[in-house]
């Protein structure tokens, strides 16, 4: 083709602008109606993050107004994201497949918008612009449609064959044939009969009844005309022993005198008779047919059975037809002197050999409750000839014959005896084949007792063998023509495909014997017939050979019009046709419409996957393996199910490679709703498969709805009723300007970021909470603590969130599946469970990243987040977990020392005030973000009672500014309740010294003492103390409580006195950084100094100098082994200031030597492990 010729990329382009143009304004005016949102922010959000960025920047640049930077592309974002918004649910009725749709179209215009390209294939143009008119047709736009329709109709005029029959919608969509390697059609090399390709084909043309073939009510049919019948009617090895043996019979010649036909529904026995009836009745006209091609084969066979059975010409054969399900005792039929027939015996007498016949079983004719004897029956036989007797149906009469059942038990038996002793008498009898057939339990009943009475039954008739199906079906719907060498040629061409491929393809069909098969078969590939009559058969409702004959007429006679493959195969049946389809679905228990919908119609998921993939222009292959994979679906086998080999079977033609198919059918595993895997196996079923369905449902959800979940299961895992924690505000209003401390837990569209690239909206919102509160500034910012998540972590939330409403929408609400029970159910269930736990695990996983606002420099108001990893809890609790992290980093203060308190006053409070209100210091501590964060006010309650009772500060109710003091000062003494509105009162205000404690004692000493010397008597500090604590409160258990406190702490050590002479030491009995026993400190002793002590300790302790512990363990050191070792030998030796050298001596002996490999292995790891390895021979 010429590169600059291309009608249907043209053709399409056009079709595209029409369609942009009528799209844009309908989704504008869609999506003004999104509550909350500008049109342009509506847009924006529903974009993938690329596009949403090009549009912005646009819009930006005024380049042009908000409808004319709407792109084809964006046409499937915008309707599927905001599908649930009531904005276009509505407008498209819920029809989900608009969404297909536009994404197809949206491919369609890449496709068409490369010039470098080959023109695109008609029947991907053809499917693309069907594909637009739909659409425009849905959103009312029908100058537009019909615009879109005359491009198509004006590109396709010159294409489109007139064809005998209108095409049907269903037929719209036609699957391209690929290249088959220059292979005829079938319908050239073997036509099917005239009334297939004029579709003047009906139904009951197949249905073959003996009673109107016997009363000529069957003439205008292929029935009733016994030339015709015999051209169409392949000769079965069950037919053919049949009339031989009936020939044979009716010569006198040997022969089985009685033969049952019991075989299932539609098993071809009802055939089998019309074949004997009609050769029978008709043996001189079927031996004298003309000799033309179209009977040229016919008449070989009848004459070959004349030869056969020396077939004498002047034998007239007599026939009696008594069909069950005609005749009735009710009946008012009467011979030509007005004798009622309305007994077996009655009608078959008159059928063989009229009034003359019926009179000779006298009386009994004429009355239904006495059987003719068998000497009346054997004059019968002598009286008319040679004779055929057929019964069909005998069970069905026999129910309806009422009070004289017994009497036609009588008959039977009567008439199977006096056939046998008759040589030219052959007796045909029809009967069910199971209980069900026979009409329950009174049918089998009856059966069982006819069995009987016939006695001894000469020859079963056999029905219809698998392997002659093929023959009947050709024989009956395709004429004698074929063209051998174009047939021989394809099925050649398979085989070759075939043995290129064994693994690819089920075991034998490389060989020579399914070659001949192809062959015996074509025009219809062998796999068709194996799966009809190897599963589809043992449905009981299937007629095994009418059934085949009606499924594969419709499906012939559709395909003439539309197909051009070499062979019918499986992948070619047009189950889009609403005949063939309702032949299965009468079959098939419970409604399989939208499984037939989804395996083969226009929009449905298997034509995305071909349009997505490409595979449309490669002969539909996801379409092709949806129709043999539900041809081997058949619900009734104990295997269900067809492999993957198999699909090939039934798919892969010459040209094709069968990865092609082996892709497809991995794209269709994960969407396909009603598509099942079982062991390897492929199988349809009228139940959607759950999973895919929520696949499905989760991938509609929203981020948006995602969020909304999340914040729903943050607050069920942070408690409704927990106080000091807000989840999730939806504005500032939601979070109080409030001295209590308030835990802020972040939206999930509020995040840190994973990467440098990401945005930090977590510390930009937090901060803008942290500053405002509603529309003016933030007072207590210091009570403001925040929670949040990673964007990686997010995702795997709400990943678990997806599948909860997913499985969530399938058991409840306007979506759920409907009629969900048993297993379905149970596992719809569990799922839910599954999600819900998950969910619940994962969130602690997630909300781990817990921000305490700081301010470095209490001068300069610049707010600081520094986020710090949560420790996982057992409970899962979030809210415990942040507080843990708080307060491990000082963040949270849930205790204050005096002393703390006392130095946070020191620097902001006493150089400008010698006291200051409760109130005011915790509003300090509340609205100043440099400030400690108490836990709550209890905190710095308890730290001033505390500091009031050691003497770290005074405290008083009010302050009498006339007189300058504090009326009811406390001082080193308890206080029982702390007024909000008191005041905390400086140390050194009007006299007010420190009560004695250690922390007071320290620094007196350390100023006071050791500067100057190394001790001192404790009698002589007593005497100074005074000067620095208040002595209304000084006791000498007091001091001795503080020695007793210091010297285990190392503060100062304690002696009982001095030593006089050369003893190495200064001190008597000196205790330092031990635990003095109940009454070792006296008022005689001394206080030394810290330095001093520990050195005289060194001096007076100093041992050995190489301490060697050994520990010798057979097998195995435990863990708590090692640690004991570290606790109380190392750890001791290395505080003490030794330098501490551990080895580890490993020593394995083995009297026959150890393995090589476990030698090698220990060798490779003591080499990893850094240890020296010696091995001793």
């Not at 079927?286 to 000799?291: R, Y």
Request: with cysteine.
């Amino acid at each position: 083709m010429n590169t600059t010729e291309r009608p249907n990329r043209d053709a399409l382009n056009k079709a595209l602008d029409v369609y942009r143009d009528a799209m844009r304004p309908f989704l504008v005016r869609s999506l003004k109606r999104v509550q909350g949102k500008s049109l342009e922010d509506a847009i924006y959000d529903s974009l993938p993050t690329r596009q949403a960025g090009e549009f912005d920047e646009r819009l930006e640049t005024g380049d042009a107004d908000v409808e004319a930077l709407i792109d084809i592309g964006h046409f499937p974002y915008l309707v599927s994201r905001n599908w649930r918004r009531e904005v276009f649910g509505l407008q498209f009725t819920a029809d989900m497949t608009v969404q297909d749709r536009l994404r197809l179209i949206g491919m369609a215009r890449n496709h068409a918008a490369h010039p470098d390209r080959d023109d695109l294939d008609s029947e991907y143009t053809r499917t693309c612009l069907f594909h637009i008119a739909e659409v425009l047709d849905k959103i009312n736009a029908p100058e537009e449609k019909r615009a879109v329709e005359e491009i198509r109709d004006a590109l396709f005029a010159t294409e489109l064959p007139a064809e005998p029959l209108p095409q049907t919608r269903e037929e719209s969509k036609v699957v391209p044939a690929p290249d088959t390697g220059g292979l005829k059609p079938w319908r050239e090399v073997i036509p099917p009969n005239l009334e297939l390709t004029q579709g003047t084909f009906e139904e009951a043309e197949l249905a073959a009844d003996l009673q109107q073939v016997y009363d000529g009510s069957a003439s205008a049919t292929s029935y009733g005309n016994p030339v015709s019948f015999f051209n169409q009617t392949y000769l079965t090895g069950g037919i053919r022993t049949l009339l031989v043996n009936a020939l044979k019979r009716l010569g006198g010649n040997d022969g089985h005198r009685i033969i049952q036909m019991k075989t299932g529904f539609g098993g071809g026995k009802t055939h089998s008779l019309i074949a004997l009836y009609h050769l029978v009745n008709s043996v001189d006209a079927l031996a004298n047919m003309p000799a033309d091609s179209e009977s040229a084969q016919t008449r070989a066979e009848i004459h070959r059975i004349l030869q056969e059975t020396e077939w004498d010409g002047s034998i007239q054969p007599r026939v009696a037809v008594l069909s069950g399900t005609w005749l009735s005792p009710t009946d008012a039929n009467v011979t030509e002197d007005g004798a009622p027939l309305n007994t077996l015996w009655g009608v078959m007498a008159y059928q063989l050999g009229g009034q003359d016949a019926y009179d000779i079983i006298g009386k009994a004719a004429r009355r239904q409750d006495t059987s003719p004897g068998g000497e009346q029956l054997d004059k019968l036989f002598q009286h008319v000839g040679p004779c055929v007797i057929l019964i069909d149906e005998l069970v069905a009469y026999m129910l309806n014959t009422g009070e004289n059942l017994e009497v036609n038990y009588t008959f039977v038996q009567i008439l199977s005896e006096a056939v046998r002793r008759t040589d030219n008498v052959v007796l045909v009898v029809t009967l069910p084949q199971s209980e069900r057939e026979a009409g329950g339990v009174k049918g089998a009943e009856v059966l069982a007792t006819l069995e009987t009475r016939m006695g001894r039954v000469e020859s079963i008739w056999k029905p219809l063998e698998t392997n002659e199906a093929f023959e009947v079906v050709r024989r009956r719907l395709f004429g004698n023509e074929i063209d051998t060498v174009e047939r021989d040629r394809t099925c050649n061409a398979f085989l070759a495909v075939y043995n290129r491929a064994k693994r690819e393809f089920p075991q034998g069909v490389h060989e020579q014997r399914y070659l001949e098969r192809m062959k015996a078969c074509y025009p219809i590939h062998p796999e068709i017939f194996d799966r009809l009559h190897s599963d589809w058969s043992t449905i009981h409702e299937f007629q095994r050979t009418r059934g085949v004959l009606r499924l594969l007429a419709n499906c012939i006679s559709r395909l003439y019009r539309m197909d051009t493959s070499p062979l019918i195969m499986p992948g070619n049946l047009p189950l889009n046709d609403p005949n063939l389809s309702a032949e299965f679905e009468k079959l098939l228990p419970g409604r399989w419409e939208a499984v037939l919908s989804e395996v083969d119609s226009d929009g449905s998921r298997v034509d995305v996957i071909d349009e997505t993939q490409r595979f449309a222009v490669l002969g539909g292959a996801a379409r092709r393996i949806a129709r043999t994979v539900f041809l081997g679906s058949c619900p009734s086998g104990a295997i269900r199910g067809i492999d993957a080999n198999r699909i090939h079977l039934g798919v892969v033609q010459p040209g094709q490679r069968v990865s092609t198919y082996t892709e497809a059918l991995r794209e269709m595993t994960g969407v396909l709703y009603y598509l099942y895997i079982d062991d390897n196996r492929y199988f349809f079923h009228a139940e959607e498969n759950l999973n895919k369905v929520a696949i499905d449902r989760a991938a509609e959800l929203s981020t948006e709805e995602l969020n909304e979940h999340i914040v729903a299961e943050l607050g069920e895992a942070v408690g409704r009723r927990r106080t000091g924690v807000v989840v999730c505000p939806e504005n500032l209003e939601a979070i109080p300007d409030s001295d209590a401390l308030c835990l802020v837990i972040l939206p999930p569209d509020k995040l840190l970021p994973s990467r440098a690239t990401e945005s930090d909206d977590a510390t930009s919102i937090a901060l803008r909470i942290l500053k405002q509160c509603a529309n003016a500034e933030r007072t207590h910012r210091n009570t403001l603590l925040f929670l949040t998540a990673k964007t990686d972590d997010i995702r795997t939330l709400r990943i678990h969130s997806r599948d909860y409403l997913a499985w969530a929408s399938i058991l409840s609400g306007e979506r759920r599946v409907q009629n969900l029970a048993g297993e379905r159910l149970r596992q719809a269930q569990a799922s839910l469970r599954t999600a819900e736990e998950l969910i619940r695990r994962t969130i602690p996983k997630t909300y781990r990243w817990a921000i305490a606002p700081a301010q470095l420099d209490p001068q300069v108001t610049e707010f600081h987040m520094f986020p710090e990893q949560t420790h996982l809890l057992e409970n899962g609790d979030i809210v415990e977990s942040a507080f843990d992290t708080f307060k491990a980093k000082e963040a949270v203060i849930e205790y204050a020392t005096p002393e703390s308190l006392n130095a946070l006053l020191t620097e902001y409070v006493w150089d400008n005030s010698d006291s200051i209100g409760i109130d005011t210091l915790w509003k300090m501590l509340t609205q100043h973000v440099y400030m400690p964060r108490f836990r709550n006010r209890e905190v710095l309650t308890n730290a001033v009672k505390e500091g009031v009772l050691n003497g770290t500060f005074g405290y008083a109710d009010d302050y009498d500014a006339e007189q300058d003091k504090y009326p009811g000062i406390c001082f080193g003494q308890p206080v029982s309740t702390i007024n909000p509105n008191g005041l905390i009162v400086k140390p050194d205000i009007a006299g007010l010294k420190p009560r004695l404690s250690l922390d007071s004692l320290t620094p007196i000493l350390q100023e006071n003492v050791w500067d100057a010397r190394d001790s001192i008597d404790i009698d002589a500090l007593w005497g100074m103390l005074p000067e620095h604590v208040d002595a209304n409160q000084l006791e000498t258990e007091t001091l001795i409580r503080c020695i007793e406190q210091g010297v285990p702490q190392g503060t100062f050590g304690y002696a009982t006195g001095y030593v006089v002479g050369n003893s190495g030491s200064d001190y008597e009995n000196l205790y330092f950084r031990e635990i003095l026993a109940s009454g070792a400190v006296s008022m005689d002793g001394v206080l030394v100094s810290p330095g001093k002590a520990s050195a005289e300790k060194s001096k007076k302790e100093l041992g050995s100098k190489r301490i060697v512990a050994r520990k010798v363990v057979q097998g195995e050191l435990s863990l708590d082994d090692i640690d004991d070792l570290r606790q109380e030998i190392i750890g001791p030796l290395g505080t003490d200031g030794g330098e501490v050298t551990v080895e580890i001596t490993i020593t394995a002996y083995k009297a026959d030597g150890f393995s090589q490999n476990i030698e090698r292995s220990v060798r490779e790891n003591s080499v990893e492990l850094d240890v020296d390895m010696d091995v001793y021979e």
